[in-house]
């Protein structure tokens, strides 16, 4: 039996077994319902894609994935779900500008490495980075964490 590489303790230990997108709708029922979210078709398919295996994707990912498999989900459906996803706590969505964000599986708070060329996000243990200093926050606030994002693209050869 395969456990999900969440650190997210409640999500490894609700959901064992999952194997690709063909996940049991009944686990991801079971978990949309922990999390206090009406699992409808929708959400459930979405959620499969989302939560079968550790995952960076983009709202348009998720969509073409999701009706590739014949479940004819509209887009406006796909933004709604993963706004109530994240708002839940089910999901982490990660802003690498306005035109590019992703929707992360693992809800533990770490950094991450965005290549530029390619588009991928990779995962960095939040102990690989070290912020040694901060300013202090605007009055009435407090920081609640600080997660980094890290631009890299292939070397320029020397020469």
């Known amino acids: 039996?395969?456990?999900?590489?969440?650190?997210?303790?409640?999500?490894?230990?609700?959901?064992?077994?999952?194997?690709?997108?063909?996940?049991?709708?009944?686990?991801?029922?079971?978990?949309?319902?922990?999390?206090?979210?009406?699992?409808?078709?929708?959400?459930?398919?979405?959620?499969?894609?989302?939560?079968?295996?550790?995952?960076?994707?983009s709202a348009d990912q998720i969509l073409e994935e999701v009706n590739r498999e014949r479940a004819y989900v509209s887009k406006a459906t796909v933004y709604n779900t993963l706004n109530l996803f994240v708002k839940k706590g089910l999901v982490k969505e990660v802003v690498i500008d306005p035109s590019k964000v992703f929707y992360d599986s693992n809800t533990s708070q770490h950094h991450h490495f965005y290549n530029e060329e390619n588009g991928e996000l990779h995962d960095v243990d939040l102990d690989k980075i070290t912020v040694a200093k901060l300013p202090e926050p605007p009055e009435g606030t407090e920081v609640q964490c600080v997660e980094v994002v890290v631009r890299v693209r292939k070397r320029n050869p020397a020469g």
């Open 1 to 57: 039996m395969r456990v999900l590489p969440f650190s997210h303790g409640e999500l490894t230990s609700r959901i064992t077994g999952i194997g690709g997108p063909q996940a049991a709708p009944e686990q991801i029922f079971s978990l949309l319902n922990k999390y206090k979210i009406s699992p409808t078709r929708q959400r459930i398919k979405i959620a499969q894609v989302l939560l079968t295996c550790h995952t960076h994707k």
